[in-house]
């Protein structure tokens, strides 16, 4: 609705200007002026797909102060009044009356016709007379047809001739086809005052462009004078919206008024005005598109559940992340578990009916991990909460050598937080194992086999003091990662994020969420990060943020790139605090 303010707005603007510029640059010529007002409405069709969106930005802030968990924020109260529905319906109603209005105007074309008599071809066209019609009116393409009131008859024969060349040269130029895609932009911009202005303008202008040949034709502009004002004194009807009528009552002064100028304009000044006037409108179109920018809309992921499963003390190695409805609540599920950990049956004991579903789905998808004996029974709560998941997606990604290294030796290879099972499952699995030469594609084929085996894994990758790799494979927590201990002998160094900030080179800047714009969620994410030697996001530990604001701010936090930070000359590991601030415009 934003945008839908924005453009109508753009096109106002871009509107009041051109229509002042023909004027300025002294545009004579009905030919030229009509492809003018051509162009001016292509510009202002166009707008949307000839501008760059703007993404509002979240802000970046770097932070020195202690860590803080943060508490989730319920999402702030809607208003009861859909006005956003109200205007879209009106819109809707509006649209459907003008298109009902143009199917209207083809039944009763098609009726003036069918009750027509003929009278004779010319050129091609039939000629007919019908008593419904005041004015001579030309529509069709393939089998163009001109209809004639009775008058027409008693009218001298060179003012017959001037409405008949009037009504050919419609036909010659196919004006129908150009009337009918008019009015269609007009049921579309019904609401727009500028758009119905230009439209005018351009019919106007289409006529006194046919008055003119037909004057250049005849060589006698009293003639065709006289056939106007003879038309003028019937008692003329609405006018037909898919036909151009000889004569419009609200037309006429201004069609008299060019016929009695001399107005003559060449080529090449013709030429010099349209490219003077088009040029200023585009500079007027930029101008709109800089004062009333378009928002764009980033692509919004499938809405995902955020929760907290409480198993009693039991430590939940992973589960499912289903889609859910956009509501929050809590479900208590009944799981039943064999010997390593993983749930076999699954029942849901309380809860709302629309989260049973995505409960169950989840529950059957659970890994305790084996820290003692497990019962063969528990119950559970799942806590929902609105948001789109967690940063773990964002986590998965693949790993890269540091820039510069073209390959390493995997000197260790190590699992945290795995059973011996899956251990013994990866370690089958994995094409890579110590003592083999590591580069980035077999890194990304030793995340691929990680991933079919268990895509709730993750990798990280660093360099040992020896020269060569080691590689730490675990679960990816919904929480983020956690940011792991310092490697024996590894150097690691706390730097506040303030003078970090002053070291980053490559920074992409996260988008806001869809979903939270449209909710009006504003906060803060923090992150506790952690900086491999090459200056390249190792590890982000989720501190505290909006579920809604956290996966934007984790995907594009975790792609930045500082300098290298060196301690006595040599790189060392960083850790530091960076908080992401979404703030809407008010």
């Not at 209207?104 to 007379?129: K, N």
């Not at 020896?466 to 490697?487: E, F, K, Q, R, Y």
Request: hydrophobic residues 45%.
């Amino acid at each position: 609705m934003n945008n839908a303010f924005a453009y109508s707005l753009q096109v106002l603007l871009l509107v009041a200007i051109g229509s002042a510029l023909p004027w300025l640059v002294r545009m004579r010529a009905p030919r030229a002026r009509l492809l003018y007002w051509h162009l001016l409405l292509a510009c202002c069709l166009l707008l949307p797909f000839a501008q760059p969106w703007k993404s509002p930005a979240a802000n970046v802030v770097y932070e020195d102060g202690p860590i803080q968990r943060g508490v989730p924020v319920k999402l702030p109260a809607r208003s009861s009044f859909p006005f956003e529905t109200v205007l879209t319906g009106l819109y809707l109603a509006g649209l459907t009356l003008r298109l009902g209005w143009l199917v209207l105007g083809f039944a009763r074309l098609r009726r003036y016709r069918d009750r027509a008599e003929f009278l004779r071809l010319e050129s091609g066209a039939e000629v007919m007379i019908s008593g419904e019609i005041n004015s001579p009116v030309t529509f069709g393409v393939w089998r163009p047809v001109i209809l004639l009131p009775p008058g027409f008859v008693k009218l001298e024969p060179t003012a017959q001739e001037a409405v008949m060349l009037h009504e050919l040269f419609h036909i010659e130029r196919r004006d129908w086809t150009f009337s009918i895609t008019e009015e269609i932009i007009r049921a579309v911009f019904w609401f727009h005052p500028a758009i119905w202005w230009l439209l005018g303008q351009i019919q106007l202008t289409r006529e006194e462009v046919v008055d003119r040949a037909v004057v250049e034709v005849t060589k006698s502009r009293e003639q065709y004078l006289e056939a106007l004002l003879a038309v003028a004194k019937a008692k003329l009807q609405p006018d037909l919206a898919l036909a151009p009528l000889f004569l419009r009552k609200r037309h006429l002064a201004r069609r008299v008024a060019a016929l009695l100028k001399e107005v003559s304009m060449s080529n090449r000044r013709i030429a010099a005005t349209l490219l003077t006037a088009f040029s200023i409108a585009l500079i007027a179109a930029r101008v709109a598109v800089w004062m009333f920018p378009l928002e764009a809309s980033a692509q919004a992921p499938d809405t995902q559940m955020s929760m907290t499963v409480d198993a009693g003390g039991l430590k939940l190695m992973h589960g499912g992340v289903p889609k859910y409805p956009n509501l929050e609540g809590d479900v208590v599920v009944q799981v039943s578990l064999n010997d390593k950990g993983e749930v076999t049956d699954a029942q849901v004991i309380s809860g709302a009916p629309e989260l049973r579903k995505a409960a169950l789905a989840d529950a059957l998808e659970w890994h305790f991990v084996q820290d003692g004996s497990l019962p063969p029974t528990l119950q559970a709560t799942i806590k929902f909460r609105l948001g789109n998941g967690g940063p773990s997606n964002a986590m998965h990604m693949v790993p890269q050598l540091p820039p510069g290294v073209s390959s390493l030796t995997l000197d260790q290879l190590t699992f945290s937080g795995l059973s011996p099972e899956m251990q013994q499952r990866l370690q089958a699995a994995l094409p890579v194992h110590e003592g083999d030469t590591l580069d980035n594609t077999a890194l990304k084929r030793l995340h691929e086999s990680m991933n079919a085996v268990d895509e709730h894994l993750a990798m990280r990758i660093r360099v040992l003091p020896n020269g060569t790799a080691g590689i730490d494979i675990g679960l990816n927590s919904g929480g983020g990662n956690v940011i792991p201990p310092p490697a024996p002998g590894e150097k690691r160094i706390r730097v506040g994020g303030n003078i970090q900030a002053a070291k980053l080179i490559d920074k992409a800047t996260p988008s806001y969420p869809p979903l939270a714009k449209q909710a009006r969620i504003q906060g803060t994410v923090r992150f506790n990060v952690l900086l491999a030697k090459d200056g390249r996001v190792q590890a982000l530990e989720l501190v505290s943020g909006h579920p809604l604001l956290v996966p934007s701010a984790t995907e594009a936090v975790s792609r930045w790139v500082y300098q290298p930070t060196l301690l006595n000359g040599e790189p060392v590991e960083v850790q530091t605090i960076i908080d992401v601030n979404f703030t809407l415009s008010q």
